[in-house]
Nanobody
Framework: VQLVESGGGLVQPGGSLRLSCAAS????????MSWVRQAPGKEREFVSG???????NYADSVKGRFTISKDNANNTLYLQMNSLKPEDTAMYYC?????????????????WGQGTQVTVS
């Protein structure tokens, strides 16, 4: 199983980035997929998730600015991030879970990527 994130970088406040997560080794379309971030000195924070039916969920802090989507044909998860703020600076991780009781429960996820750094400054 692999989850490989890409698309992070340095961006000015108000700018945009699009993160991608390429998945392999499991049935991508059947899984709950999420983006989780962790800033230095802080706990991991749920950002957004999408279930097998395409139903989405967002943290209040990113609603209206971030959009999650997925391409089942290419086993890829995306996160479009607009109107970025300095407080969005973090390592962003892709995570996959076969059963999710709560989007924010890290223990519910079976697989994690290595992360991609997003810096807004």
């Amino acid at each position: 199983v692999q989850l490989v994130e890409s698309g992070g970088g340095l961006v000015q406040p108000g700018g945009s980035l699009r993160l991608s997560c390429a998945a392999s080794g499991f049935t991508f379309s059947d899984y709950y997929m999420s983006w989780v971030r962790q800033a230095p000195g802080k706990e991991r924070e749920f950002v957004s998730g999408i279930d097998s039916d395409g139903v989405t969920n967002y943290a209040d802090s990113v609603k209206g600015r971030f959009t999650i989507s997925k391409d089942n044909a290419n086993n890829t998860l995306y996160l479009q991030m607009n109107s970025l703020k300095p407080e969005d600076t973090a390592m962003y991780y892709c995570a996959a879970g076969s059963r999710i009781r709560a989007w924010s429960r890290a223990a519910d996820y079976d697989y994690w990527g290595q992360g991609t750094q997003v810096t807004v400054s």
